[in-house]
């Protein structure tokens, strides 16, 4: 299916404009809530985490403390750094998109808003098979970054059955991302645009409504 890539780009874009809010509330627990402040966006958390850091390193080299305020509510360091890792990786992929696109650069925004504004572009995405691929698997690497980063254990259910493709009993439910994958590293489709053919760590996967699809076609 040539529309299989931003199929699933689509899947993981609204995995990640879901969690990615969630990102900023994990950074300092209990700091917002506390002072009632709203957290500083993510283009500013760079300059203050870098600041930061600075701050607490020279206070531990010189006296083995901890900077002022850290010891309520430290920054969650690789929280931060999944924060700035996915606000970039957006940033370039919108650009990387719209320069592909011959669209002009658009105006900066949120994350969550230029996710919403990639996701208008999958159609467009789809006539290109490179770059539909490259937003795949950006969208892919960004949501689970996010999921590592939020600690998220993702609901895992067992499918009856063998996979269409490699016949193996390897089919696990999804219900977060509404799809089907098949866990079976060896798994290949014939589809040429899928991951599982030149990514050792992609799994074939299916959204609800193929795997619908697919299940009535075998008469199941």
Known sequence: MPDRPTAQAALWIGVLAQQFPELSEELAPGRTSAAHAPTPPPADLGARLRQEREEALLL????????????????????????????????????????????????????????????????????????????RDETRRMARRCARALGDTETVVRVLGRCPWCDS????????????????????????????????????????????????????
């Open 60 to 135: 531990q080299q010189r006296h083995g403390l901890t900077a002022p305020g850290h010891s309520a509510a430290p920054l969650r360091l690789h929280v931060s750094d999944a924060i700035r890792d996915i606000t970039d990786g957006v940033v370039e992929l919108e650009e990387a998109v719209r320069d592909r696109l011959g669209l002009p650069r658009a105006r900066r925004a949120p994350v969550p808003e230029r996710l919403r504004r990639i996701a208008a572009l999958l159609d467009d995405i789809a006539g290109d098979a490179v770059l539909a691929a490259h937003v």
């Open 169 to 220: 009993v390897s089919l696990r439910a999804f219900p977060d991302r509404r799809a089907v994958l098949c866990i079976n590293p060896a798994c290949r489709c014939a589809d040429p645009d899928c991951g599982c053919r030149d990514d050792p760590a992609y799994r074939h996967m299916w959204d609800e409504t193929e795997w619908s699809r697919t299940q009535q076609e075998a008469g199941r």
